[in-house]
């Protein structure tokens, strides 16, 4: 083989490189090769893996990352909200136009979507028209063992309150309940119903102060037992009874008597610069004893009688 015939040989040998190392060259990307050169796997036997010529291995081509620009904040939401309303309140207390129901107070009623009538005809009056004065003779009688009266001292009088069943004189009701019963003295007829008693009058009945000498079978619990010189009387609403065969009989007022409470229905008297209470014909000096407001009966005497 003559030497023209070796040269080209050799330049065909080279040409057949020619892809390889364009491959190579590839591989490197443009500005240097990762890790020095091309990318080698090294197994625990030293040996390279997938090049035909036990060379290194051909690395796949990775793609090119995209970067992509986010906004710094969050775009703020392109909506307002409403403005919020004020309420206007009026701090007025002493008017309230705007209320649903308007309540009127004027006098003895108060009007409005409830309408509720108050009637103060039981108010306590004062009489000083009556000319009477305590008679001085009873100031020497003796009374549980002490001599005269208690000492005067006035208190207010605050009527007691004994339930829904009492009722003072003069009051109506257009039925009668069906708890009372009937009971008589001297031809006339009462309801008798829990310590009040009742005529018939025209459309309904009316509350009358007990009939003296009246007689009931019971009393109502809140009756008060009142000792007097020994003797033991009963009192409810006003009225004092005495226990007897047939039950509780109403007797005048023993004099000197002490009570409790008054019920509404007592009219206020002034007399001598005093001021006493008046129920069913009988008189109650206002007292205090042991701290507590108390009502004594007194006797009375007009004065025409004592000159």
């Not at 050169?37 to 990352?65: D, E, H």
């Not at 986010?70 to 701090?91: H, L």
């Not at 009971?183 to 008798?192: F, R």
């Not at 037992?225 to 409810?236: G, K, M, P, R, S």
Request: glycine content about 10%; some cysteine.
């Amino acid at each position: 083989m003559n030497k023209q015939h070796i040269y080209i040989s050799i330049i065909c040998i080279c040409l057949s490189f020619l892809p390889f190392f364009s491959s190579a060259q590839r591989f490197g990307h443009t500005g240097g090769q990762r890790g020095g050169g091309a990318a080698q796997l090294n197994r625990s036997g030293g040996g390279s893996r997938g090049s035909i010529n036990g060379g290194a291995m051909r690395a796949q081509q990775r793609p090119a990352t995209r970067e992509v620009s986010r906004p710094s904040t969050r775009p703020k939401p392109d909506f307002q909200r409403p403005a919020t309303g004020k309420a206007n309140i009026s701090k007025d207390y002493n008017t309230m136009g705007n209320m649903g129901n308007k309540a009127n107070i004027s006098g003895n009623k108060i009007s409005g979507g409830n309408k509720i009538n108050i009637d103060n005809s039981r108010n306590v009056n004062v009489n000083v028209n009556r000319n009477v004065h305590v008679n001085n003779f009873h100031h020497h009688h003796y009374y549980n063992g002490h001599r005269g009266y208690h000492p005067y001292y006035y208190h207010s009088y605050r009527p007691y309150y004994y339930g829904p069943f009492w009722h003072p004189f003069g009051f109506f009701v257009a039925t009668m309940a069906t708890t009372a019963v009937m009971v008589s003295i001297a031809n006339s007829h009462y309801y008798y119903d829990q310590g009040v008693y009742y005529t018939q009058v025209s459309g309904g009945y009316e509350v009358v102060a007990p009939p003296i000498n009246i007689t009931v079978v019971e009393l109502p619990e809140e009756q008060e037992t009142v000792t007097l010189n020994d003797v033991t009387y009963h009192y409810f609403g006003g009225a004092f009874y005495e226990k007897t065969d047939d039950g509780y009989k109403v007797i005048s007022a023993p004099d000197g008597a002490v009570v409790t409470h008054l019920p509404d229905g007592a009219e206020e008297l002034e007399t001598d610069g005093q001021k006493y209470m008046v129920m069913n014909d009988n008189y109650f000096q206002p007292i205090i004893q042991d701290g507590q407001a108390l009502y004594q009966v007194v006797v009375m005497d007009t004065a025409e009688s004592a000159e």
